[in-house]
């Protein structure tokens, strides 16, 4: 069973960075198809971020778009959201999300692209 863990979220200024990680375990010698997701209060969870597991093509939400990168590590089985000039509107429970296969781009932003999930961690950008 794949299971995902994500780093400490945490209280950020506006403006400010925060990189958050997601380890897989559970199955040696899998490589993954990554994304972080996100969900504010009293809002849908929304796509963030992606990257492929074969040529390692990326996707980001427009909200996100040069103030985001995603990252993984060279044994793909951690990946990274680098979260620059954080805005207030980014508050949210930050989720990531794996699959061992290799979406399409257009699909790279769905849920259902991805079987499995790691709890969430809160990042709250406030002064």
């Known amino acids: 069973q794949v299971q995902l863990e994500e780093s400490a979220g945490g209280l950020v200024q506006p403006g400010g960075s925060l990189r958050l990680s997601c380890a897989a375990s559970g199955r040696a010698s899998t490589t993954y198809s990554w994304a972080w997701f996100r969900q504010a209060p009293g809002r849908e969870r929304e796509f963030v971020a992606a990257i492929r597991r074969g040529d390692a093509k990326k996707d980001f939400a427009g909200s996100v778009k040069g103030r985001f990168t995603i990252s993984r590590d060279n044994a793909k089985t951690t990946v990274y959201l680098q979260m620059d000039s954080l805005k207030p509107e980014d508050t949210a429970v930050y989720s990531c999300?794996?699959?061992?296969?290799?979406?399409?781009?257009?699909?790279?932003?769905?849920?259902?692209?991805?079987?499995?999930w790691g709890r969430g961690t809160q990042v709250t950008v406030s002064s």
């Open positions: 999300a794996a699959t061992t296969k290799n979406p399409i781009l257009s699909y790279m932003g769905s849920k259902g692209a991805y079987e499995y």
